[in-house]
């Protein structure tokens, strides 16, 4: 079964492309039945098509597609979700066996419609500035603002808060000066002080008899309640917010010597979501947060202004004895909660060498669908290009976004919804498909996205709901739809529509095993046990993976009960532990080494990406150049590290270039700029020209490190290995150089593995 040829068509991955047809005999498979969705996944061959949806009666809505029975005589077609009979809308009266619209083909299992209504209000960006940086930090920051206001489309709407030891809301309507409304930072407000202070909200209409060249700002006002004075198109406000930026300074506010600049990034966030969910409720908007240090004061503090006082660390934060962290995420999920309920996404781009708070802040970012990035300093180019990649377009000039997203499940009455994990939160629709079982997001059919990309990928978790006395009939159908409505970047409402078929078959059928997609299962049991290790302590996610693997092994291994020696996995299912065993060292689940900010980006990183991308970021990809041939894979092992070849590690995150010992010695000497070394030369070139494509296409942009074998940042690269030549090991394949670890070794790991699964208990 070709996995990636249903996944460029559909953009879904199922962890089981044949499901058992009890529920008992699901349990047993370990995995759960479960899908990754690529909700806007790129599909150049297939545009949207110009029409509406043809929906099932009410409460089922589920959306016309080739799995429905027709009646092309009598004009109806029968839902294969609730069985109930439809008639075709009268636009459809000339359909028949030989002409039937797109969404009956095969080819169109995912098809997007475009919708009749329009958004009112274009999509809205306000842009929320820390002004406690360092001069370079804050020239740098406002020239990649000032660029991105022409990356912007005309008419998008935009707003600026500016924020230090105040927070000061502009008002981008006022051209004779630059005009701001100050609140204090120490003060948390809630919408109605915001309304009341800025004369916005539902209140505000327009004034009878007013004269008629206000009549096109009345309709603004109308639709923006007010807010037109402090978020205006671009075209309409350039020349002043660039000058307002361009003037910027840093925040007046002195800062002794042993105290760190009192910052307010909670109370700026509480006035940047409660102006735009007055002014513009569930229509498409990003608050973009530019921060360069940690919150200091007022709601949503992270750290003391004092400098004795360290930022909190994992172990503070297990041991709760960091006081600010449980009250600064209640307050920051509260916030999270409104923005996404109204529609509006929360970016966060972080320029500092030391914390800012994303460990606090990351329900903002990851229950709205927003991006997180984490960048040392805002003059780097990590964060000038990935700011930039927010704004890619398409061939059609439109941004690469969709907002205000709403996903909603529909499933045939044998399987039951259990959950999402994902940039998404519940849109608390409890339907007769919503399992009592919660993995991730539960109790619910429908979960809303207040923004999406083409990369924006979903893990969506299900059950079989079917008892033993009821047995399937083999070769029925397991039907699941995901019905997407957006909100595009051109104003249009969308809806992207998939519908997915799986067969029954017995719990002992090989055919279970052969549709096994380890690589889809693998992402998806990652989210899992990344969701669960929010909660609970490491040490029992890592037990309940292995648990959850040995089970695995048992039920699909050849073996002969406890003869150790006969363990064999199918090649559907034999890189499925290597997986697992990076997925244990991982700093998804191993926090040693990484801050609680880091940790927060890098988990929300892997519950947004595709299969490929999170597998990436699980285990790396390996890359040898040698000047015996061409480049090629190589295993993610201390063998590889030999002194005569350039290794490229890709891990996502960051992408390496490591130098042989001998190669660094040539290079050193120059022999690469003589002419007859010209192999050298090249062979030196290789490396960099791939590591720049993978650089081209990759958001957030990964860390680019160049370095030596024994320098002090082949660190990066030791740190991913499977240490088979360590300290304490000898080599088992030969060459390669020593990793000083006490990490258990891939080889020990999998005999550990193999003597368990054959003892027949887990």
């Known amino acids: 079964m070709d996995f990636e040829a249903i996944e460029d068509q559909d953009g879904v991955r199922c962890s089981w492309n044949v499901l058992p047809?009890?529920?008992?005999?699901?349990?047993?498979?370990?995995?759960?039945?479960?899908?990754?969705?690529?909700v806007l996944k790129d599909r150049p061959n297939v545009p949207p098509v110009m029409y509406e949806p043809v929906m099932c009666k009410a409460p089922c809505r589920a959306v016309l597609n080739p799995y429905c029975q027709i009646d092309v005589r009598g004009k109806l077609w029968i839902c294969p979700f609730c069985l109930q009979r439809?008639?075709?809308?009268?636009?459809?009266?000339?359909?028949?066996?030989?002409?039937?619209?797109?969404?009956?083909?095969?080819?169109?299992?995912?098809?997007?419609?475009?919708?009749?209504?329009?958004?009112?209000v274009p999509p809205v960006f306000m842009f929320v500035v820390d002004t406690c940086l360092e001069e370079d930090e804050l020239k740098a920051l406002k020239d990649s603002l000032i660029l991105a206001l022409s990356l912007l489309p005309p008419n998008a709407l935009v707003g600026l808060i500016t924020y230090g030891t105040m927070?000061?809301?502009?008002?981008?309507?006022?051209?004779?000066?630059?005009?701001?409304?100050?609140?204090?930072?120490?003060?948390?407000?809630n919408v109605k002080q915001i309304q009341e202070m800025l004369g916005i909200g539902s209140g505000v209409r327009n004034q009878p008899g007013a004269a008629p060249q206000q009549q096109q700002q009345q309709h603004m006002a109308q639709q923006t309640y007010g807010a037109e004075r402090f978020v205006q198109p671009v075209e309409q406000c350039e020349f002043t917010l660039t000058s307002i930026l361009e003037q910027l300074?840093?925040?007046?506010?002195?800062?002794?010597?042993?105290?760190?600049?009192?910052?307010?990034?909670?109370?700026?966030?509480?006035?940047?979501?409660?102006?735009?969910e007055t002014a513009f409720p569930n229509a498409g908007g990003r608050v973009m947060l530019f921060c360069g240090g940690?919150?200091?004061q007022g709601p949503g503090m992270v750290v003391g202004p004092e400098l004795k006082e360290p930022m909190r660390s994992?172990?503070?934060?297990?041991?709760?004895?960091?006081?600010?962290?449980?009250k600064a995420v209640k307050f920051f999920e509260a916030l999270a909660k409104r923005a996404a309920n109204a529609g509006h996404a929360v970016d966060i781009f972080s320029g500092c060498l030391d914390q800012v708070g994303l460990a606090e802040m990351k329900s903002l970012v990851n229950w709205t669908g927003g991006h997180m990035v984490l960048t040392d300093s805002f003059v780097t180019a990590i964060f000038k290009q990935s700011f930039q990649r927010v704004f890619e377009k398409d061939e059609q000039d439109q941004l690469m976004m969709g907002f205000n997203a709403m996903i909603e499940v529909q499933t045939t009455k044998e399987l039951k919804v259990c959950g999402l994990i994902g940039p998404g939160i519940s849109a608390v629709k409890k339907t007769a498909i919503v399992s009592d079982t919660e993995i991730g997001v539960g109790g619910t059919s429908a979960w809303r996205l207040a923004a999406i990309n083409p990369r924006t990928t979903v893990g969506m978790y299900f059950e079989v709901a079917n008892q033993q006395s009821q047995a399937l009939q083999p070769g029925s159908h397991a039907l699941v739809q995901f019905a997407t409505t957006y909100q595009h970047a051109s104003g249009q409402y969308r809806m992207r529509v998939t519908t997915i078929a799986r067969n029954w078959a017995e719990g002992a059928s090989p055919e279970i095993a052969a549709s096994f997609d380890q690589e889809a299962a693998a992402t998806l049991m990652s989210r899992i046990a990344v969701f669960k290790?929010?909660?609970?302590?490491?040490?029992?996610?890592?037990?309940?993976l292995d648990r959850m693997l040995i089970r695995l092994c048992q039920k699909f291994g050849d073996y002969r009960r406890d003869d150790q020696a006969s363990f064999r996995l199918g090649p559907g299912f034999s890189i499925y532990p290597q997986f697992m065993y990076y997925l244990r060292r991982s700093q998804f689940l191993q926090v040693f080494n990484s801050s609680p900010d880091e940790t927060a980006f890098y988990r929300h990183c892997l519950f947004r990406e595709d299969t490929n991308n999170s597998l990436t970021m699980i285990q790396p990809s390996l890359s040898s150049f040698g000047l015996d041939g061409p480049s090629a894979p190589v295993v993610l092992d201390?063998?590889?590290?030999?002194?005569?070849?350039i290794l490229l590690l890709d891990s996502f995150f960051h992408i390496l270039i490591w130098h042989g010992e001998n190669i660094a010695e040539w290079r050193k000497a120059g022999y690469h700029e003589q002419p007859e070394y010209e192999n050298l030369r090249l062979l030196l070139e290789a490396p960099v020209q791939e590591a720049q494509n993978l650089l081209v296409e990759r958001m957030p942009v990964p860390r680019y490190i160049v370095c030596d074998q024994n320098g002090s940042q082949a660190r990066f690269l030791v740190s991913k290995l499977n240490p088979s030549t360590s300290y304490n090991s000898a080599n088992q394949y030969g060459g390669g150089e020593a990793v000083l670890t006490d990490d258990v070794n891939l080889h020990s790991f999998l005999t550990a593995l193999s003597s368990l699964a054959v003892k027949g208990t887990s």
Request: proline letters at 7%; aromatic letters at 8%.
């Open 638 to 645: 201390s063998a590889s590290m030999k002194p005569d070849v």
């Open 167 to 189: 927070v000061q809301l502009h008002e981008l309507g006022y051209q004779e000066c630059a005009k701001s409304y100050v609140f204090r930072g120490s003060k948390d407000y």
């Open 86 to 120: 439809n008639q075709f809308p009268p636009h459809y009266r000339d359909i028949a066996a030989h002409n039937l619209p797109p969404e009956l083909h095969q080819q169109y299992t995912t098809i997007e419609y475009t919708m009749a209504r329009q958004s009112p």
């Open 249 to 276: 300074q840093r925040d007046p506010w002195p800062v002794a010597s042993d105290r760190r600049a009192l910052r307010s990034t909670g109370a700026a966030m509480a006035v940047a979501v409660g102006v735009l």
């Open 21 to 38: 047809n009890t529920r008992i005999e699901a349990t047993r498979c370990v995995v759960p039945v479960s899908t990754l969705y690529t």
């Open 533 to 544: 290790s929010e909660v609970d302590e490491t040490a029992d996610v890592l037990r309940w």
């Open 294 to 296: 940690p919150a200091t």
């Open 314 to 326: 994992h172990h503070d934060i297990e041991k709760e004895s960091d006081r600010h962290y449980r």
